[in-house]
């Protein structure tokens, strides 16, 4: 089995996690940028974590044989901040002439707020300036209707994006179909309590179908499984789906969206 | 056998709520009546449950003073 990791935030596990998505057929692991659990405290702090993303945690990856991308951002949770949104937003262009980074992202919504939105709509300007893929979080819990269609109503205003080069993560039951009517792609994240099983996102991928999904686990620093896709995977061969069906689904879909970059270059099979 | 599994800690929840002390906040009530979407004989029912807890307002929030969501809408 093989599979591409799209959304993982590496800086935040081990090697154990390494050697174990290695040994069950991750061929590459691709990781947004993201709330570190604490507020940063500068522009500062953003450069170096943009430094850890595109320089050392590639590094720390290829010693296990893993190609590591990355996705740059200011996060939602670090976005009623204008002043140090936009300090962040002046830092990134630099970055994203690294061979390794794929686009902007996680950006998106938290708490639903005028200056989140403020952030997320700075964002789609400097992905359509530098013509980036565009990789968006959702809310949790309750927040997540509500910051899905404004998020959709802010991206949809920017006639410059196209919107197959959009994936909207972390959908669930009740947003999934309101992502796919857009012509965006749609994630879905394997993650304890706040967002999807296994079982509820291949009924998912069963009832809307496989075209323009993938699969994440999105691991960080809490409860978090760094191998949720290749045991979704286990999942699906269990309820009897083809390994066409399951390889499309967590090696070339996320292969066809991210390949829309020139940069996602995977070493030959 | 994981279906029945998961409705019996939902009542075990329930029945250690009522054995706790002091107040139930708002999420107890939005808990039960989600679970009514439950005896619905019509498909859709995770998502019936999800927008039940969810915030049906479309207007912005004025300024964000949490990090964190809760799990159910007050209104």
Redesign the interface.
């Given at each position: 089995m093989r599979y591409i990791e799209p959304h993982a935030h590496m800086v935040s596990r081990t090697t154990d996690d390494y050697t174990r998505m290695l040994l069950s057929g991750c061929r590459a692991v691709c990781e947004p940028a993201f709330?570190a659990g604490f507020d940063r405290s500068s522009a500062a702090g953003f450069y170096d974590y943009f430094c850890q993303l595109t320089v050392h945690e590639p590094r720390r990856a290829a010693k296990f044989g893993l190609p590591h991308f990355s996705w740059l951002c200011i996060n939602p949770?670090e976005s009623?901040d204008m002043k140090l949104a936009d300090d962040v937003l002046a830092i990134i262009p630099e970055f994203l002439k690294r061979p390794n980074v794929l686009g902007i992202g996680e950006i998106g919504l938290?708490?639903?707020?005028?200056?989140?939105?403020k952030v997320l709509e700075k964002h789609v300007n400097l992905a359509a300036e530098h013509e980036q893929l565009i990789l968006v979080h959702t809310?949790?819990?309750?927040?997540?209707?509500?910051g899905t269609?404004?998020i959709l109503d802010v991206i949809r205003a920017d006639k410059r994006i196209q919107p197959h080069r959009v994936i909207i993560d972390h959908v669930?039951?009740?947003t999934v179909q309101l992502v796919l009517d857009t012509g965006m792609w749609a994630g879905m994240t394997l993650y304890p309590e706040?967002k999807c099983s296994p079982?509820?996102a291949i009924?998912m991928v069963e009832v809307f179908g496989n075209e323009r999904v993938w699969l994440n686990c999105a691991c960080d620093w809490g409860v978090s499984d760094p191998l949720a896709v290749p045991k979704t995977a286990l999942e699906m061969r269990r309820r009897g789906h083809s390994e066409e069906t399951i390889d499309k689904l967590i090696y070339q879909n996320p292969l066809q969206f991210l390949r829309q970059t020139p940069k996602f270059i995977l070493p030959s099979a | 056998m994981d279906a029945r599994s998961k409705i019996i800690e939902l009542a075990a929840f329930l029945d250690r709520v009522d054995r706790a002390e002091g107040e139930a906040d708002f999420r107890l009530d939005a808990l039960k009546n989600s679970m009514r979407e439950l005896g619905s004989n019509e498909p859709g029912r995770a998502a019936k449950v999800l927008l039940s807890l969810s915030d049906p307002t479309t207007e912005p929030i004025v300024a964000a003073t949490t990090k964190a969501a809760c799990g159910a809408y007050k209104a």
């Amino acid at each position: 089995m093989r599979y591409i990791e799209p959304h993982a935030h590496m800086v935040s596990r081990t090697t154990d996690d390494y050697t174990r998505m290695l040994l069950s057929g991750c061929r590459a692991v691709c990781e947004p940028a993201f709330w570190a659990g604490f507020d940063r405290s500068s522009a500062a702090g953003f450069y170096d974590y943009f430094c850890q993303l595109t320089v050392h945690e590639p590094r720390r990856a290829a010693k296990f044989g893993l190609p590591h991308f990355s996705w740059l951002c200011i996060n939602p949770k670090e976005s009623e901040d204008m002043k140090l949104a936009d300090d962040v937003l002046a830092i990134i262009p630099e970055f994203l002439k690294r061979p390794n980074v794929l686009g902007i992202g996680e950006i998106g919504l938290n708490k639903n707020s005028r200056n989140e939105i403020k952030v997320l709509e700075k964002h789609v300007n400097l992905a359509a300036e530098h013509e980036q893929l565009i990789l968006v979080h959702t809310p949790h819990l309750e927040d997540k209707l509500k910051g899905t269609k404004l998020i959709l109503d802010v991206i949809r205003a920017d006639k410059r994006i196209q919107p197959h080069r959009v994936i909207i993560d972390h959908v669930e039951e009740h947003t999934v179909q309101l992502v796919l009517d857009t012509g965006m792609w749609a994630g879905m994240t394997l993650y304890p309590e706040s967002k999807c099983s296994p079982a509820r996102a291949i009924d998912m991928v069963e009832v809307f179908g496989n075209e323009r999904v993938w699969l994440n686990c999105a691991c960080d620093w809490g409860v978090s499984d760094p191998l949720a896709v290749p045991k979704t995977a286990l999942e699906m061969r269990r309820r009897g789906h083809s390994e066409e069906t399951i390889d499309k689904l967590i090696y070339q879909n996320p292969l066809q969206f991210l390949r829309q970059t020139p940069k996602f270059i995977l070493p030959s099979a | 056998m994981d279906a029945r599994s998961k409705i019996i800690e939902l009542a075990a929840f329930l029945d250690r709520v009522d054995r706790a002390e002091g107040e139930a906040d708002f999420r107890l009530d939005a808990l039960k009546n989600s679970m009514r979407e439950l005896g619905s004989n019509e498909p859709g029912r995770a998502a019936k449950v999800l927008l039940s807890l969810s915030d049906p307002t479309t207007e912005p929030i004025v300024a964000a003073t949490t990090k964190a969501a809760c799990g159910a809408y007050k209104a």
